[in-house]
């Protein structure tokens, strides 16, 4: 089913379709046969998929459709209407600007135009290397610490467009030294 979708494609689509990718399809195919070729499986297949990869590949969407026998138009239609769906791989690096009342009067907005800026991503998007992605929230519940940002599992309190480099700096530093961690490791055992 895989081969026969990825032949379908013209060569820069297939070019899109990185490894990682690849992989991701590959498990969908070998998981589809688990759920009844119905279309009132449409939603808990889509979760599923959205729950073990973080998001719904776009050709997976296709095989869902094969699976469940409706028209690709349909999966979209579904998929866009619910808000916990996702297009796009998110990054290693998950950041979550708040937008709620309290962290957008103290500047949420500005906050999200320098992570664009700075990832060179637009919000809802992820990087190229998959490192970082970028989204809004309208609220992450920590109001008193507005204007406030979760970068991975980390809530940022309290944060001004100057932070924002910071924000990123400690990111890069910490990867730095876990990949020369990795490298001394290695070294050690090898």
Same mark, same amino acid.
């Given at each position: 089913?895989? $081969?026969?979708?990825?032949?379908?494609?013209?060569?820069?689509?297939?070019?899109?379709? $990185?490894? &990682?990718?690849?992989?991701?399809?590959?498990?969908?195919? $070998?998981?589809?046969?688990?759920?009844?070729?119905?279309?009132?499986?449409? +939603?808990? +297949?889509?979760? /599923? +998929?959205?729950?073990?990869?973080?998001?719904?590949?776009?050709?997976?969407?296709?095989?869902?459709? $094969?699976?469940?026998?409706?028209?690709?138009?349909?999966?979209?239609?579904?998929?866009?209407?619910?808000?916990?769906?996702?297009?796009?791989?998110?990054?290693?690096?998950?950041?979550?600007?708040?937008?709620?009342?309290?962290?957008?009067?103290?500047?949420?907005?500005?906050?999200?135009?320098?992570? &664009?800026?700075?990832?060179?991503?637009?919000?809802?998007?992820?990087?190229?290397?998959?490192?970082?992605?970028?989204?809004?929230? /309208?609220?992450?519940?920590?109001?008193?610490?507005?204007?406030?940002?979760?970068?991975?599992?980390?809530?940022? /309190?309290?944060?001004?467009?100057?932070?924002?480099?910071?924000? +990123?700096? &400690?990111?890069?530093?910490?990867?730095?030294?876990? &990949?020369?961690?990795?490298?001394?490791?290695?070294?050690?055992?090898?």
């Amino acid at each position: 089913m895989l $081969d026969k979708l990825l032949a379908a494609l013209n060569e820069t689509e297939r070019a899109a379709v $990185d490894e &990682e990718e690849y992989n991701v399809l590959k498990a969908v195919v $070998d998981e589809l046969p688990a759920f009844p070729r119905e279309i009132f499986q449409l +939603i808990p +297949i889509l979760q /599923a +998929i959205q729950r073990k990869y973080g998001y719904l590949p776009r050709l997976a969407l296709n095989m869902v459709a $094969d699976h469940v026998q409706t028209t690709i138009g349909k999966v979209y239609g579904v998929a866009t209407f619910y808000n916990q769906f996702r297009f796009n791989p998110p990054g290693r690096n998950p950041i979550k600007v708040c937008l709620g009342t309290a962290c957008h009067v103290k500047g949420g907005e500005i906050l999200l135009e320098n992570f &664009e800026r700075r990832l060179q991503i637009k919000e809802g998007e992820t990087s190229d290397d998959r490192e970082y992605s970028l989204e809004r929230v /309208a609220c992450i519940g920590c109001c008193a610490l507005a204007p406030a940002v979760v970068v991975g599992e980390k809530v940022e /309190a309290y944060v001004t467009p100057s932070k924002v480099e910071g924000i +990123i700096t &400690e990111i890069e530093v910490r990867k730095e030294m876990a &990949e020369r961690e990795q490298v001394k490791n290695e070294a050690a055992n090898g």
